[in-house]
């Protein structure tokens, strides 16, 4: 089924310039690039976006970090989307990607938190994600026309 999906460059791509080569794996993966921004977040938008881990020993590092640049917002579409841009990620501890993803070619092998992408998790909460941060509700399977 075609899906939708969110993949953030985080800081520390868009600083060491990766913006391009992620587009590039994305294209090339079969996956079209429906919606694309660059832009600073909130320090509200990341409470809500990382509530989950908001009371831990680490978040306030993990936050500090990610207003600290730029980063490049994307909705992505295409056939299993979600695990799909998981695959070409890599695991979330850039330590244990394997070579040719894309934690693994570029993510900090000791900092977990820097590891150049963030990616939804699962279909639903792709959705989430892609209305906190474009404003949008979309429906897997069904394509928007992104003011085409």
Same mark, same amino acid.
């Given at each position: 089924?075609?899906?939708?999906?969110? /993949?953030?460059?985080?800081?520390?791509?868009?600083?060491?310039?990766?913006?391009?080569? /992620?587009?590039?794996?994305?294209?090339?993966? @079969?996956?079209?690039?429906?919606?694309?921004?660059?832009?600073?977040?909130? @320090?509200?938008?990341?409470?809500?976006?990382?509530?989950?881990?908001?009371?831990?020993?680490?978040? #306030?590092?993990?936050?500090?970090?990610?207003?600290?640049?730029?980063?490049? #917002?994307? /909705?992505?579409?295409?056939?299993?989307?979600?695990?799909?841009?998981?695959?070409?990620?890599? #695991?979330?501890?850039?330590?244990?990607?394997?070579? @040719?993803?894309?934690?693994?070619?570029?993510?900090?092998?000791? /900092?977990?938190?820097?590891?150049?992408?963030?990616?939804?998790?699962?279909?639903?909460?792709?959705?989430?994600?892609?209305?906190?941060?474009?404003?949008?509700?979309?429906?897997?399977?069904?394509?928007?026309?992104? @003011?085409?």
């Amino acid at each position: 089924m075609k899906e939708y999906t969110y /993949i953030m460059i985080k800081p520390d791509g868009v600083r060491m310039g990766l913006t391009e080569e /992620i587009v590039r794996r994305i294209h090339s993966k @079969g996956f079209e690039i429906k919606l694309f921004d660059v832009r600073k977040l909130t @320090g509200e938008v990341l409470d809500e976006h990382y509530a989950h881990v908001k009371d831990r020993d680490f978040y #306030p590092e993990m936050k500090e970090f990610m207003l600290s640049d730029y980063v490049v #917002p994307m /909705i992505v579409y295409g056939e299993n989307a979600v695990q799909g841009m998981r695959e070409l990620m890599g #695991p979330t501890k850039s330590a244990e990607a394997p070579t @040719g993803t894309i934690r693994g070619d570029y993510g900090n092998k000791e /900092i977990v938190n820097q590891n150049v992408i963030h990616g939804s998790d699962s279909q639903e909460n792709a959705l989430i994600e892609i209305e906190r941060f474009f404003g949008l509700k979309l429906n897997h399977g069904e394509e928007y026309n992104f @003011g085409k």
